[in-house]
């Protein structure tokens, strides 16, 4: 059966399509795929993500970075993410046609002509400019076959408990990573938690997200997604990579 994605304008198929890994376990596999059929019938959603991310100091000690995202979607071309964090603060603004940037901390912003879409947007600003979109993964209609093809096992742990809701426990194991998620039990199962686990990086540091606040279907107004430049702010230039 052929779902139409309302979010993003694209399509996605259900289990019976996908060629799965040697060892996989069909009930984890069901419950990606009821996660990624809700997501892909939302018109509109928001939700705040906090981020813990470990990196190497100089010194070759392992720390850790933390940031908030609050993120806002209108499908299939509009979202808005604000960034706090140990990089600073900026925000995201896309309108279906551009893609503005700005600097909270340096009062500077810069527009880039974008794609009609959040997801072909997503994929050019982090080709292009090195952006990065966190939790992005969950929302591509390809996630559970994307998945599959770079995992070698794909388990259900069983239940857990994450910010006081029953979640079912999902591990994905790769040659290069281990994936852990957490998708809600009720009638939304919406993903919950993430851990992403660098087995190829020295130390093998972990990318860790939490999902909190989600709201399904709200009216946002279209000028949340419209950028106005503050008073004094700067207009920038970023170059692409790819006119280095």
Known sequence: MKKQILLFGLSLFTLSGYAQ???????????MDRMSV????????SYTLNVGEDFHREDNSMSKKFSEDEVYMVGPNKMLVNKNGSKGHQSYMYNGTQLAY???????YAIIEAPDNIIETIDKV?????????AADFFYPAFTDDLIANSSQIRYLGKSVVNGKECFHILAIGSDFDFQFWISNDAYNLPMKFVYVYK???GAPQYEGTLSGWKINPVFPDSMFNFLPPPGAKQITIVSKSKN
Do not use: M, R, T, W
Not at 102 to 108: L, P, Q
Not at 126 to 134: G, L, T
């Open 21 to 31: 890994p040697a060892k996989s376990d069909s009930v984890a596999l069901l419950l």
């Open 38 to 45: 809700f997501i892909g019938e939302l018109q509109s959603c």
């Open 102 to 108: 700005y600097s909270h901390d340096e009062n500077n």
């Open 126 to 134: 982090n080709a292009d400019y090195d952006f990065e979109f966190p």
């Open 200 to 202: 190829n990086k020295k």
